[in-house]
């Protein structure tokens, strides 16, 4: 989710048909999943009936309690998507104080969304909003590839001789060397789900984060990410009493695959999760 400062005099009206355009342009935001003989699948759907968008007046809200409601606003309306009905995306303005500028609060599934997606629609939903108000018809750059279309690409990828060539280097990886985190509670290792997760945020101070970025990476020759790597594997490895780590690392997914094919303005979930076995020395 997004929220973002916008000016007060925002047209209502013409935002939610903003929206309209987005969701009419850009095919993930009408994905909706089903499950058929037990598989998941993901469908286009029609345009849907109304715009999934609303005003709500917080104006009576003491500017001292506004970031709590924010926060239990949002919280409660992405629980309100629902990707087996189709309803990936939801916009709502929230209006404030009259002294203050309005809060606009974009919410999308990740099923629906990557990093460089948001990037897309925020440019695409100002540059329509703007036509609209200045009467002009809308006109997007044109689209890419179509979601849809890179599925049935990479579905062929994965099942062609291309994709079984780094197959012997995951197949020599030694997986079962490498040690679960070891838990406090072993009977109550079965509510570790999700829904349990919680969140523990560290801050670097900027003459840490210069170091990080910058002096570490000089001495080194390596990147940031080998560096985060490192730091994160030598805490497992004191964590789990083993050298050998495995883990998972998160890609963009918009890889250079197939000739002729551009993903610059096409919307989805394109992230990839892949494993990784990190050996540090004895």
Do not use: C
């Not at 303005?93 to 974009?106: D, G, V």
Request: hydrophobic fraction near 40%; proline fraction near 6%.
């Amino acid at each position: 989710s997004v929220l973002s400062e916008v000016p007060r005099h925002l047209k209502a009206d013409l935002l939610a048909q903003s929206l309209r355009k987005l969701i009419e342009h850009h095919d993930a935001l009408r994905l909706r999943l089903t499950v058929e003989e037990g598989q998941w699948q993901q469908v286009n759907e029609g345009m849907p009936e109304e715009v999934p968008f609303e005003v709500i007046d917080l104006s009576s809200i003491p500017q001292s309690q506004q970031g709590e409601t924010l926060l239990a606003m949002a919280t409660t309306q992405q629980a309100s998507l629902n990707p087996s009905t189709g309803l990936l995306i939801k916009a709502v303005l929230l209006e404030l104080a009259p002294y203050q500028p309005s809060r606009l609060l974009i919410i999308i599934h990740h099923l629906g969304v990557d990093g460089v997606s948001w990037r897309i629609l925020l440019e695409d939903l100002l540059m329509t909003y703007q036509q609209l108000e200045r009467g002009e018809n809308v006109e997007l750059p044109p689209k890419t590839i179509a979601f849809q279309d890179w599925a049935l690409l990479l579905r062929d990828y994965g099942q062609g001789e291309k994709a079984k060539e780094p197959l012997d280097y995951w197949l020599t990886q030694p997986w079962l060397e490498a040690r679960n985190l070891p838990v406090d509670d072993e009977a109550g290792k079965q509510y570790n789900t999700v829904a349990t997760a919680n969140d523990v945020t560290v801050t670097l101070d900027e003459e840490q984060t210069r170091a990080l970025l910058q002096k570490v990476p000089a001495a080194y020759n390596t990147q940031i990410n080998e560096v985060l790597l490192t730091a994160l594997a030598e805490t497992l490895t004191q964590w789990t009493e083993n050298l050998t780590i495995s883990l998972d690392l998160e890609g963009h997914g918009r890889e250079d695959l197939f000739s002729e094919v551009d993903l610059s303005r096409t919307v989805g979930w394109f992230t990839s999760l892949f494993p990784v076995i990190l050996r540090l020395p004895p």
